[in-house]
């Protein structure tokens, strides 16, 4: 039942990656876009491509029947979902299910199980691959008060249905418990329908590291490689790298099998991320991600390994040692830089707007991926990631080189970017030691020449 067409039902950046992936297997790719999006460089990507509403998200890529009668209609037999929009709503992949159409991305019922944290909390507690020390479940706001005092202060506040950092609430002590919990469900209701919060301690010099794994569902268990995304700018990844600089051979070893035993308990299909938090040498479940990441090409530079076409060869039925058939050997050093069209002089505010000048960086050991070009446009209705610049090189030192040679190359001109503080980021002595936690950042941004200047 090997695909021969698939619907990519996104837009923008990720959209691009699936196509190429597509074009890449010679199997055949329908683009979609909004009306907003006609002029999006993925939808010039594709032979084919659907318009499917109006710009808001909501009308075009949220709708579930537009996007299976753009599917059905084109004679699509999958659909890739890319990340963000529907890429974890079970509801989408049911009704691709009951349309004939291959889910790319795991059974609806995991996409349930994980996507809910508190239920992916209670299923990994289960396969005994621990979570940060907190509360077992939901809690109600004595119950937060009572697992506060027991794991201590600080804590997070946590929504059930979050992501995106949304409804989420580090609190300092028990004084201000009661307001945050307030803010923290108000948040989550509005965001996600659903209130439920749980508590986590919060770990105070954490990185994150997380875990690409891809799966057959048949048994077949891929551990591809951990990424290192502990540069964060209010919980959002800016710059990411693989293999991590804080993680041992030892430790590596141990994480593996841990993601393992996680991918196994819950017989896992596709690929997916389970996130973690280390410190002081252990580690500590926080979610899964049951779809790509924006942060996967890291991972494939190292591993040598193209993930969005095993995704869709498992999808079609292959088995991991249809994809893989010899062991995975993790080689050199990959570093990825996020180029939003945000003001960092101004709040990170999203700044939409003409691209007057795109002049991507080339050379060796330099991926781009992205959909915008000189003239483009860029809509104001969805998210501001421009292009991810993506080098690699033998190891870190010569990576961390070779990307700011390459974001020095890159020219773009009519939107303020992200790019120069990336460069400042990548000539910290922090960075360039590799010492860095998930507050690093925050912590030193206002001092970053790009922003000191400002
Ligand atoms: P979301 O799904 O909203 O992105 P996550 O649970 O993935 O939320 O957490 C996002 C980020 O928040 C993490 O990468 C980390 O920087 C921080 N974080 C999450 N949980 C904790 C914790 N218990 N202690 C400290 N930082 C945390």
Known sequence: MSIKRVLVANRGEVAV??????????????????????????????????????PHAAESYLDIPSLIAAATTTGCDAVHPGW????????????????DLSFIGPRPETIDLMGDKVSARIAMTKADVSGVPGSAGQVDLAQANEQAREVGFPVLLKASAGGGGKGMRLVEDADGLAAAFETASAEAQAAFGNDALYVEKALTNARHVEVQVLCDGVGGVLIVGERECSIQRR?????????????????????TETAERACRAIGYQGAGTLEFLVADGDFYFIEMNTRLQVEHPVTELVAGFDLVQAQIAIAGGASISDVRSEPLRARGHAIEVRINAEDP?????????????FVPPLGPGVRVDTHIYEGYS?????????????????????????????????RIEGVPTTAGLAIDILNHPSFREGEYTTTWLEDVVSELPALAQS
């Open 84 to 99: 963000g929009f529907l890429a974890e709503n079970s509801e989408f992949a049911r009704a691709c299910e009951d349309n």
């Open 235 to 255: 919980h959002q990844k800016l710059i990411e790298e693989a293999p991590s600089p804080a993680v041992s051979d030892a430790l590596r070893r141990d994480m």
């Open 378 to 410: 860029v809509p104001p209705y969805y998210d501001s990631l421009l292009a991810k610049i993506i080098v690699w090189a033998e190891d870190r030192p010569r990576a961390t080189a070779r990307a700011i040679r390459a974001l020095r190359e890159l």
């Open 345 to 357: 002089a101004n709040d990170f505010m999203p700044a939409p707007g003409l691209i007057t000048r």
């Open 17 to 54: 990656r699936v196509l190429r992936a597509c074009q890449e297997l010679g199997i055949e790719a329908v683009a979609v876009y909004s009306t907003a999006d006609e002029t999006s460089g993925h939808v010039a990507l594709a032979e084919r491509a659907v318009c499917i509403g109006p």
